[in-house]
């Protein structure tokens, strides 16, 4: 959908593709095709069967809950909220979780990058845009932002969700 707008605007301009082209972030491509390789080989190494036996074992128990919801929050911003995703729906798939635990899991890849610079993809694209405009926004002020408003907006939607 977004070539054809992008192939759209650029035919009702009349302009050339190579001013789309310019404006991209090439360095992201390989990050993205790395985090899709990182979670293939976690599948095929067994490591999504073995968390999937653990979230079974843990069961479905609200504290259960809770944590698996704070552990992919803050997961999300050691690998990224993509693959964290990506690896926890294969997961939650194979261990037939109940829907509680998947809610707990989505706040958690939703509201988790916000702690951290390397959380989110979306993140990094924000972030590469506003350093070309010349703005710098250090990794140290994010995180300290992030300290402050992410836990509480986490503790809260879990705690919400659960009750």
Known sequence: MGFLTALAVL???????WTIAKGISWSILPLVAGLFVLVEGLNR????????HAIQSAGSSLPATAVVG?????????????????IARSVLQAAHAAHPLIDSVL???????????????ATIL????IRHEGEDVSFGRFLRTGL????????????IRLI
């Open 126 to 129: 924000w972030l590469s845009a």
């Open 148 to 159: 402050v408003v992410m836990p509480p907006a986490l503790i809260l939607a879990l705690a």
């Open 45 to 52: 190494t067994g490591v999504v069967a073995l968390l999937a």
């Open 70 to 86: 704070g552990v992919i929050a803050f997961g999300s911003n050691v690998i990224n909220n993509l693959p964290a995703g990506l």
């Open 11 to 17: 035919v009702s301009q009349r302009t050339s593709p």
């Open 107 to 121: 706040i958690g890849v939703d509201l988790g990058p916000n702690l951290s610079v390397t959380g989110s993809l």
